[in-house]
């Protein structure tokens, strides 16, 4: 009898549509909804922490400074620690000691945006403008002509801070970038993609009518009264508001099979969101669990709020001392013992750029979490570059979980490449890999998942809190 061996020793991709139940498939329409409704709510890292803190207290975690004023820390109890509005750690105290580690997924909410500058409202040529500066890696023509909201914090004249967003109901007023029109762009044509538009043209319409009576930026002054009367702040309260500006879309899904979701930010939004999922449905683990949420990822993980400041030190330190177990020892173990699924997206392979990347090693759209055991540039530049002992164990827990999975690189070698937080734990000793959705269009104001990657990468971080 001729046996086929090559099937077997082969190694194929899995289609996630073509490989889950009827009831997976229910499962995966109602994650993808939910997702989308949780993007709408969550465009900047002020507003992902609201609503990730919201649905943590409707499953019962509880602040940590509450837990510190009574003195009290047990197994199975859940706990959050904000900081600074803009990152956040959920834990759920596990039976066994902290310093036999911790299971970790670690995300982060910032995405690539223009920010206003400090001093950003001017008027040219009767039009009104803000001025801004773009944060993280973007294309800067991406974000001409389309329309774009405001969304921030600043302090009226009697020190009160104020919520803003403009642009996003639809019976609010948008905000826009202008380009040159195709008719007189000659010249325009023959630049570079990255200097077709400049860093300082990205500046945002906010209004045309000019106050009455007034001669010198009379524009510009009637959009200081309408800031007066609808948020009672001045030109000079810009100085210390912090505004972000993003596309004003909402969420939708793409395809006449509905197969897929465009929305900003997914980036990383897409791997918060899942582990956030994850972490709410584990009750009474062995080892403590972590979902940690940071800030500022797109432009090194620096200050306060990003992955290299010492929030999450601190925090562990402040559960440890709950606990009565809280020694520089016991603390140094916790951390090395840890083992962390840096939860960021890759690279999905795009048809229509197929030069970029390598066909076997790149991350497909529809075919399940990818994990990824080196980022970096060039030779590896800036990576983690898990262990293969490290990669054998999630490998397993991911096949407990029967998770669909692929692995995935950030491009051909020489083409580019690009970074996580994960090498930033693994200096604490922690096995560290990444691990999150394939993203077609990456940095872009728009980016594409497909659900059925969504679906696999909250069932894959599911299997690692349960398994690792």
Request: proline share 3%; charged share 30%; glycine share 8%.
């Given at each position: 009898?001729?046996?086929?061996?090559?099937?077997?020793?082969?190694?194929?991709?899995?289609?996630?549509?073509?490989?889950?139940?009827?009831?997976?498939?229910?499962?995966?329409?109602?994650?993808?909804?939910?997702?989308?409704?949780?993007m709408?709510?969550?465009k900047?890292?002020?507003?992902?922490?609201?609503?990730?803190?919201?649905?943590?207290?409707?499953?019962?975690?509880?602040?940590?400074d509450?837990?510190?004023?009574?003195?009290?820390?047990?197994?199975?109890?859940?706990?959050?620690?904000?900081?600074?509005?803009?990152?956040?750690?959920?834990?759920?105290?596990?039976?066994?000691?902290?310093?036999?580690?911790?299971?970790?997924?670690?995300?982060?909410?910032?995405?690539?945006?223009?920010?206003?500058?400090?001093?950003?409202?001017?008027?040219?040529?009767?039009?009104?403008?803000?001025?801004?500066?773009?944060?993280?890696?973007?294309?800067?023509?991406?974000?001409?002509?389309?329309?774009?909201?405001?969304?921030?914090?600043?302090?009226?004249?009697?020190?009160k801070?104020?919520?803003?967003?403009?642009?996003?109901?639809e019976?609010?007023?948008?905000?826009?970038?202008?380009?040159?029109?195709?008719?007189?762009?000659?010249?325009?044509?023959?630049?570079?993609?990255?200097?077709?538009?400049?860093?300082?043209?990205?500046?945002?319409?906010?209004?045309?009518?000019?106050?009455?009576?007034?001669?010198?930026?009379?524009?510009?002054?009637?959009?200081?009264?309408?800031?007066?009367?609808?948020?009672?702040?001045?030109?000079?309260?810009?100085?210390?508001?912090?505004?972000?500006?993003?596309?004003?879309?909402?969420?939708?899904?793409?395809?006449?099979?509905?197969?897929?979701?465009?929305?900003?930010?997914?980036?990383?939004?897409?791997?918060?969101?899942?582990?956030?999922r994850?972490?709410?449905?584990c009750?009474?683990?062995?080892?403590?669990?972590?979902?940690?949420?940071?800030?500022?990822?797109?432009?090194?993980?620096?200050?306060?709020?990003?992955?290299?400041?010492?929030?999450?030190?601190?925090?562990?330190?402040?559960?440890?001392?709950?606990?009565?177990?809280?020694?520089?020892?016991?603390f140094?173990?916790?951390?090395?013992?840890?083992?962390?699924?840096?939860?960021?997206?890759?690279?999905a392979?795009?048809?229509?750029?197929?030069?970029?990347?390598?066909?076997?090693?790149?991350?497909?759209?529809?075919?399940?979490?990818?994990?990824?055991?080196?980022?970096?540039?060039?030779?590896?530049?800036?990576?983690?570059?898990?262990?293969?002992?490290?990669?054998?164990?999630?490998?397993?827990?991911?096949?407990?979980?029967?998770?669909?999975?692929?692995?995935?690189?950030?491009?051909?070698?020489?083409?580019?490449?690009?970074?996580?937080?994960?090498?930033?734990?693994?200096?604490?000793?922690?096995?560290?890999?990444?691990?999150?959705?394939?993203?077609?269009?990456?940095?872009?104001?728009?980016?594409?998942?497909?659900?059925?990657?969504?679906?696999?990468?909250?069932?894959?971080?599911?299997?690692?809190?349960?398994?690792?």
């Open positions: 009898m001729e046996i086929n061996l090559g099937a077997k020793m082969e190694y194929a991709r899995k289609n996630v549509w073509l490989n889950i139940d009827q009831a997976k498939k229910d499962e995966l329409e109602e994650v993808a909804k939910d997702y989308m409704a949780f709408d709510k969550s900047t890292e002020r507003l992902a922490v609201k609503e990730i803190v919201r649905r943590a207290e409707a499953k019962g975690f509880r602040n940590i509450d837990l510190i004023r009574e003195k009290s820390l047990k197994a199975g109890d859940k706990v959050y620690a904000k900081n600074r509005q803009k990152a956040v750690a959920l834990f759920v105290i596990g039976d066994k000691d902290f310093e036999e580690g911790m299971s970790i997924i670690g995300s982060h909410l910032d995405s690539p945006r223009l920010d206003l500058k400090p001093v950003p409202l001017y008027e040219s040529r009767g039009i009104s403008y803000l001025k801004t500066h773009y944060y993280g890696g973007i294309k800067k023509y991406h974000w001409v002509n389309i329309p774009l909201a405001l969304n921030g914090v600043v302090f009226d004249k009697e020190g801070k104020i919520d803003v967003s403009i642009g996003e109901k019976d609010e007023p948008v905000f826009f970038i202008s380009e040159l029109l195709i008719h007189l762009s000659k010249d325009l044509n023959e630049k570079k993609a990255s200097n077709v538009i400049e860093g300082e043209q990205l500046n945002i319409m906010v209004g045309s009518i000019p106050l009455a009576d007034e001669k010198d930026n009379p524009v510009k002054k009637n959009i200081l009264k309408i800031l007066e009367e609808k948020y009672n702040i001045s030109e000079e309260d810009f100085l210390t508001a912090e505004f972000e500006v993003v596309p004003a879309n909402k969420a939708r899904v793409v395809g006449l099979d509905s197969s897929m979701i465009m929305a900003h930010g997914h980036d990383d939004k897409v791997c918060a969101y899942t582990s956030l994850a972490i709410l449905e009750e009474n683990p062995s080892k403590t669990l972590v979902g940690l949420f940071v800030d500022k990822e797109e432009i090194g993980s620096v200050g306060a709020t990003g992955m290299s400041s010492q929030f999450f030190e601190n925090t562990v330190v402040e559960l440890m001392n709950l606990r009565n177990d809280l020694s520089l020892v016991s140094k173990r916790a951390m090395k013992n840890s083992k962390v699924l840096s939860a960021d997206v890759t690279l392979e795009d048809p229509n750029f197929l030069e970029a990347t390598e066909e076997n090693n790149t991350a497909k759209l529809g075919y399940g979490v990818a994990l990824t055991k080196y980022t970096g540039s060039r030779g590896k530049g800036g990576s983690n570059d898990a262990d293969a002992e490290y990669l054998q164990e999630v490998r397993l827990a991911f096949e407990k979980g029967q998770t669909i999975w692929q692995t995935g690189e950030l491009g051909k070698v020489d083409q580019g490449g690009g970074g996580t937080i994960a090498y930033i734990l693994a200096e604490y000793g922690m096995q560290v890999v990444d691990c999150g959705t394939p993203v077609i269009s990456m940095h872009a104001p728009l980016e594409l998942v497909s659900k059925a990657d969504v679906y696999e990468t909250y069932r894959a971080y599911k299997s690692f809190y349960k398994n690792i």
